[in-house]
C-alpha cells in the first residue's frame, strides 16, 4: 500500500505512553515537586500585573514521564539539547512484564526475549505494570497493607522491580537505542539514594534477594562495578532511559511499535520534560512496511533550545538552573547531576494553551493528544514582510494551500534573528516582528484551524500588545508605516477595544490556541503541506507548556 507521508501519519494508530502530570504528581524522593504559581492574572495579580493568565513554575526534570540523557551521569556527556531527533525516535518493542514481577524484583533479559523479539538498534519500553501506581490511577487493595491499600508513592518510587545484573550490558550488546519503564526509575530503585533515604525498605529488598538468589545486594550489584557500568560505559555508549511512563502502555502488550520520545531541547542540564508517543501502521499497511517508511521520512525539529540564554516575553521571568545533584555527590543528593529549574512558560518554543487568556478553557493535561498533532500547512511569507508590517489571509493562501482543519505555521522569517542564531537581533526578533491583519482571527475560525504557529514571538503584532506601552519609539515607527500602506492609524484599524491581544481573546475560546517562537529547522523549510507533532508534557494545571514540535515533509 502506497501512501504519502502526511497521509500516512494522519491515518497511523498513535499511542499516547504519557502519565499526567500534576501538582499532586510526587517527585523523585528529595526533589522538587511541581510547583504552580500564576504570577499574572488577565486582570492583575499581585506579583505580575495585569495582561494574561501566566504561570511561574519550580520543578525538578524527573518529576513525570521524562529523558534522562547521558550527562545525568557523566558530566562530559550530551545534554538533552545536543542529542539528534535520530536518537529519540525510532522502531521499538514495548514489553509487558507485569505478570512476571513484584516488589523489589529483578527483571532479566529472558523475561523480554521470551516474550517478543528484540532488535538490534531498537528502542524497548518496559511495561512493569507499576504505572498502576501513579497519582491518578485506581487504589490497589492490600489487605496487608495500611488501611488495606497499597502506599502508592512508595510502590511506584521505592518498591518497583528494576533490572538484574547482566541486563543493561544486554542493552549495550543490542546497541539499543533507549530503555523506557513505566515507574520511577530505569534503575533498581535499591542501586539509587533511594537505599539511603529508605533503609527500611533496603532492608525489605536484601530480606527478598536473599531469599530468592541467595546472595547479599553487594555480591549481586559490586558497587564499584555496578558504578563503572552506569556512570561511565553506559553514557559514553550513548544509552537513553526513559522513565515515568504510563498513559496506553496497556494498549501495546509486546506489540512492536514506532517510538518517538518528544524531550524538551534543553541546553543546560541532563534530564527533561518529554511527550511520549507509540505510532502503529494504518489499516491496508504492514508493519514492515511502515517501519520502513518512518525511516526514509525526513523529519524536521522546529524548536529552538530551551536555555537559560532564551530571553523571555516582557516582565515574565527568565530561566533559573539549580544543580542539587551532581555525580560527586555533594550538597544533599548522591550519585548523579540533576537539576531544579525555575521558571515562566513565555520563553523558548511553547504552546499558549486556552487558559493563558480564556480562564475556562482546556489546560495542557486535559487537551487531548491528537489535538496536538495533524496535517499541516506552512506558508512562507517572509518576503512579503518587514520590521512591524502586517500579513494577510490573502498572503496565507498565496503561500499555500490551506485546508479546513489544518495546523498552520507562518514562516515570517523572523526565526532568523532568535537568539540562537548567528543572525540574532533580539530586539527585531521581540519588538518589530510582523504580525497579523484585524482579519486574520476571523479568517482562522472559519477555516476551522486547529492551532496556529509562529516563528517569532508573539502570534499577536507587538504593538497590539504590551510592547505598545513599553516602547512608544517603536510604536510610533510603526504607526506610520500602516498609516503608509492603509491609510489608517493603529487605533482605527485595529480599535483597542476589538482587538488588544486579538490572536488570544478571540481566538482561544475557539478553542484555537497557537504556539510561539518556533524556528531551527523552520528557517530553512518552504511553504507547503506537512505533518507536526507538537510534543509538551501532560500537565494538568498548566496554562501553556514548552514542547518539541517536530515535522515530517509530505
Not at 485506581?138 to 510502590?155: C, R
Request: charged fraction near 25%.
Amino acid at each position: 500500500m502506497s501512501k504519502n507521508t502526511v497521509e500516512m501519519l494522519s491515518t497511523a494508530k498513535w499511542f499516547d505512553l504519557t502519565q499526567p502530570l500534576s501538582i499532586f504528581t510526587p517527585p523523585w524522593p528529595n526533589e522538587m515537586p511541581l510547583q504552580i504559581h500564576f504570577f499574572k492574572r488577565v486582570t492583575g495579580s499581585f506579583h505580575g500585573g495585569p495582561g494574561a493568565n501566566g504561570q511561574l513554575i519550580e520543578w525538578s526534570n524527573n518529576t513525570g514521564t521524562h529523558l534522562v540523557g547521558p550527562r545525568a551521569f557523566h558530566s562530559g556527556m550530551q545534554a538533552i539539547a545536543d542529542i539528534p531527533l535520530e536518537d529519540v525516535t525510532g522502531e521499538g518493542v514495548i514489553v509487558d512484564i507485569s505478570d512476571e514481577v513484584s516488589n523489589y524484583s529483578l527483571y532479566t533479559p529472558e523475561m523480554i526475549e521470551k516474550r517478543v523479539k528484540v532488535k538490534e538498534g531498537d528502542i524497548l519500553i518496559i511495561n512493569t505494570g507499576y504505572h498502576k501506581f501513579t497519582y491518578d490511577q485506581p487504589d490497589v487493595k492490600n489487605p496487608e497493607a495500611q488501611a488495606g491499600i497499597e502506599n502508592k508513592e512508595f510502590s511506584y518510587l521505592v518498591r518497583h522491580p528494576g533490572p538484574a545484573p547482566g541486563f543493561f550490558e544486554w542493552a549495550l550488546e543490542k546497541k539499543l537505542k533507549m530503555i523506557g519503564v513505566d515507574c520511577g526509575c530505569a534503575e533498581h530503585p535499591m542501586n539509587t539514594n533511594i537505599r539511603y533515604i529508605h533503609p527500611t525498605e533496603f532492608e525489605k529488598a536484601k530480606a527478598k534477594l536473599k531469599e530468592t538468589h541467595g546472595k547479599t545486594w553487594e555480591e549481586m550489584f559490586p558497587p564499584d562495578d555496578y558504578y563503572k557500568l552506569t556512570h561511565i560505559t553506559m553514557p559514553k555508549a550513548g544509552l537513553l532511559l526513559t522513565e515515568s511512563l504510563g498513559g496506553q502502555i496497556n494498549e501495546l502488550k509486546n506489540q512492536r511499535a514506532w517510538i518517538i520520545v518528544g524531550a524538551l531541547p534543553f541546553t543546560e542540564v541532563e534530564s527533561a520534560w518529554s511527550r511520549v508517543a507509540a505510532l502503529q501502521a494504518p489499516e491496508g499497511m504492514s508493519d514492515d512496511e511502515f517501519f520502513a517508511a518512518m525511516k526514509e521520512a525526513k523529519m524536521f525539529d522546529l524548536s529552538v533550545p530551551f536555555s537559560i540564554q532564551t530571553p523571555q516575553w516582557a516582565n515574565y521571568i527568565p530561566l533559573v538552573v539549580q544543580y542539587t545533584k551532581r555525580v560527586q555527590s555533594n550538597y544533599f543528593g548522591l550519585g548523579r547531576n540533576n537539576a531544579h529549574c525555575k521558571c515562566s512558560f513565555h520563553i523558548a518554543t511553547h504552546m499558549d494553551g486556552e487558559p493563558h487568556f480564556y480562564s475556562n478553557g482546556r489546560t495542557i493535561g486535559q487537551t487531548p493528544f491528537d489535538f496536538w498533532i495533524g496535517p499541516a500547512a506552512i506558508a512562507d511569507i517572509s518576503e512579503h514582510v518587514s520590521d512591524s508590517s502586517v500579513y494577510t489571509p490573502a498572503m496565507i493562501e498565496e503561500a499555500v494551500e490551506v485546508k479546513e482543519g489544518d495546523i498552520l505555521i507562518v514562516k515570517t522569517g523572523y526565526g532568523n534573528y532568535g537568539w540562537a542564531s548567528p543572525d540574532s537581533d533580539e530586539f527585531r526578533y521581540m519588538i518589530k516582528h510582523p504580525g497579523p491583519s484585524p482579519d486574520f482571527a476571523e479568517w482562522c475560525r472559519k477555516k476551522k484551524i486547529r492551532w496556529l504557529g509562529v516563528d517569532c514571538v508573539a502570534m499577536e503584532h507587538p504593538m497590539n500588545t504590551i510592547q505598545r506601552q513599553i516602547h512608544p519609539k517603536t510604536f510610533e515607527e510603526a504607526n506610520r508605516k500602516l498609516m503608509e500602506q492603509y491609510g489608517k492609524d493603529w487605533d482605527e484599524m485595529y480599535p483597542l477595544d476589538k482587538y488588544y491581544q486579538d490572536m488570544h481573546f478571540n481566538l482561544f475560546p475557539f478553542g484555537i490556541v497557537h504556539a510561539e517562537n518556533l524556528g531551527k529547522d523552520l528557517n530553512n523549510l518552504s511553504s507547503g503541506r506537512y505533518f507536526i507533532g507538537c510534543f509538551l508534557q501532560k500537565g494538568m494545571e498548566l496554562a501553556s507548556c514548552w514542547a518539541r514540535f517536530i515535522a515530517w515533509k509530505e
